[in-house]
């Protein structure tokens, strides 16, 4: 049986799911058609960024851009991104928003707290819009229904949803036969978001700035001196970088064919060394808001492989940070320890335990709980 016939021959179940999730059979036959071939890695040149790719900002700075950013926030030009979507595995299929993090709050309960201390320190709260996913939204949207918002203008939004592959060719199936949904990636961002038309909104009323960062990342808040630094520089993308520490992995800047941008390691050219650079990307964005309600260009789908069932399946996902390519960016180190802290990660349970009293400090000293 082809490809074609199998989706034609999906159930209708499945077909309501994936029609309500933005599922694109065209983009599956095509990614399909040249998965044998398929190479994730760059063509050109790639080499290591210069010292004056990466910046920060200075003490002397600091205050001015805190300035700036408070006065961005109290006219309302703000909103806040979070990606909540994704397949709900690694908190062992509980969405990751919904877990508990600190003293009885919630993931989504903190950042929620966030945009309330915010309006309560410049009278305004910024928007706080989530992407979901199939697995995650209809659990958000229940859990947005039984909080007392107090009027904080939240709003979700739906990634999409695709159909896993077998090495082989055509449809991956599971244990049981059927066919096997997933996400595609961070990536659908900028597209999700023009579809709900929430930022399309946002510019028309006078939005700027949207800052994007990841549900388990409590350490990437709405920082006033970090809005101000972005919206004080020319460049409409401006991406958080850490500094590397053992082992880590991950995107990392580089210059392609003399352009800055993010690269993942699997798109390294094999010759290229990534241990050689000592930081990397936390997939934390700031991005003017104009340019992500218009953005618009070809998006690289990667074969990823993944254990399903323990057999392998393919999937292509796109990445949030591919925008570098496309788009002038400007890259600031960020802390990645202390109260200051932009990058605390939670990946699974363990995690979470091992950091929760760091993030508990963080949360602190950023007024977003109190003692």
Known sequence: MTLEQELASLPEQLVRRLNRYAFDERRLRELAARSAQHDNRVQGDVEPMQDADLE???????????????AALSRGECALVVLAGGMATRMGGVVKALVEAVDGRTFLDLRLAEVAAIRHSTGRAPALWLMTSASTHDALEAALADLNRDGLPVATFPQTLSLRLAPEGGLFRDAEGRASPYAPGHGDL???????GLVQ???????????????DNLGATLDPAIIG????????????????????RGGIPVRWDGRPVILEEFRLPEAFDPAGVRVFNTNTFHVDASELAKLDFDWSFFRVEKTVDDRKAVQ??????????????????VPRSGSESRFLPVKDPA??????PEIRTVMLERGIIRS
């Open 229 to 248: 630094w972005h919206l004080s520089h020319a460049a409409p993308v401006s991406c958080e970088l850490v500094d590397k520490v053992g082992s880590d």
């Open 56 to 70: 920060s900002i200075s003490s002397a700075d600091r205050d001015t851009c805190r300035q700036v950013g408070l």
């Open 316 to 333: 292509f996902e796109r990445l949030i940070g591919e925008m570098t390519s496309h788009i002038d960016t400007n890259f600031l180190r």
């Open 351 to 356: 995690e979470l335990q091992a950091r929760g």
């Open 201 to 215: 909104r946002f510019v028309t009323d006078g939005g700027k700035y949207v800052m994007i960062a990841n549900i």
């Open 190 to 196: 900028p597209e999700a978001l023009q579809r709900s």
